[in-house]
């Protein structure tokens, strides 16, 4: 690609690839990532978020919806072991949080492949917010089964019983669904989230 791009534009290969480094550093940034991926902290932003995933199935409380996405990487020189997720191939393993608008409020995106959610959770600073109570209380984020249940943390119930559990599973399945489309869309957006990684590019 860099090669084809450096043709049509008369620009030598290593030049592009300088470019596109110093624009993926500058996108990546901590203060621009900051200025546009900001979990909601503020009681007005936070009664919106609930409203509108209220909407959806009934669900109270709900401030964002939480998972987990492989993106596939070039196997590492080191430690590439770690980064072999369970579907066999190398990735970085990214914690998403989207709101009920599909806007993603919380991403980590460092773990290798092999780490699992609820570990990346338990030491992202997503947890120190909530476990330390600096996000009001009956503020909930939705998750698979793959999370642990917290107080601010609602998963479905692995065995519902006719009756409420049933229908709890049931409004969870489709409010969480935001996160799943959510992923869907960036990565059907930016295809390189998803494709096969060529290892000769």
Request: proline content about 5%.
């Given at each position: 690609?860099?090669?084809c791009n450096?043709?049509?534009?008369?620009?030598?290969?290593?030049?592009?690839?300088?470019?596109?480094?110093?624009?993926?550093?500058?996108?990546?940034?901590?203060?621009?990532?900051?200025?546009?991926?900001?979990?909601?902290?503020?009681?007005n932003?936070?009664?919106?978020?609930?409203?509108?995933?209220?909407?959806?199935?009934?669900?109270?409380?709900?401030?964002?919806?939480?998972?987990?996405?492989?993106?596939?990487?070039?196997?590492?020189?080191?430690?590439?072991?770690?980064?072999?997720?369970?579907?066999?191939?190398?990735?970085?393993?990214?914690?998403?949080?989207?709101?009920?608008?599909?806007?993603?409020?919380?991403?980590?995106?460092?773990?290798?492949?092999?780490?699992?959610?609820?570990?990346?959770?338990?030491?992202?600073?997503?947890?120190?917010?909530?476990?330390n109570?600096?996000?009001?209380?009956?503020?909930?984020?939705?998750?698979?089964?793959?999370?642990?249940?917290?107080?601010?943390?609602?998963?479905?119930?692995?065995?519902?019983?006719?009756?409420?559990?049933?229908?709890?599973?049931?409004?969870h399945?489709?409010?969480?669904?935001?996160?799943?489309?959510?992923?869907?869309?960036?990565?059907?957006?930016?295809?390189?989230?998803?494709?096969?990684?060529?290892?000769?590019?």
């Amino acid at each position: 690609m860099q090669l084809c791009n450096g043709d049509d534009m008369g620009v030598s290969q290593s030049s592009v690839s300088r470019a596109i480094a110093c624009t993926l550093e500058s996108l990546s940034s901590d203060r621009m990532v900051q200025r546009f991926i900001k979990f909601p902290m503020q009681a007005n932003q936070i009664r919106d978020n609930q409203e509108k995933f209220f909407q959806i199935a009934g669900f109270p409380g709900i401030v964002g919806a939480i998972d987990g996405t492989h993106i596939q990487i070039i196997a590492p020189n080191v430690n590439e072991n770690e980064f072999v997720n369970r579907h066999h191939y190398h990735s970085i393993n990214v914690q998403v949080v989207f709101d009920a608008s599909y806007k993603i409020i919380d991403v980590v995106a460092k773990w290798p492949g092999s780490t699992h959610d609820s570990r990346i959770l338990r030491e992202s600073g997503l947890h120190v917010l909530f476990e330390n109570n600096h996000i009001p209380g009956h503020t909930h984020l939705l998750g698979d089964s793959g999370y642990p249940s917290r107080r601010w943390l609602l998963t479905p119930f692995l065995r519902p019983q006719p009756g409420p559990q049933t229908n709890y599973n049931r409004a969870h399945k489709r409010t969480r669904s935001i996160v799943e489309r959510g992923i869907g869309q960036l990565k059907r957006r930016f295809h390189v989230l998803h494709d096969e990684t060529d290892s000769k590019s």
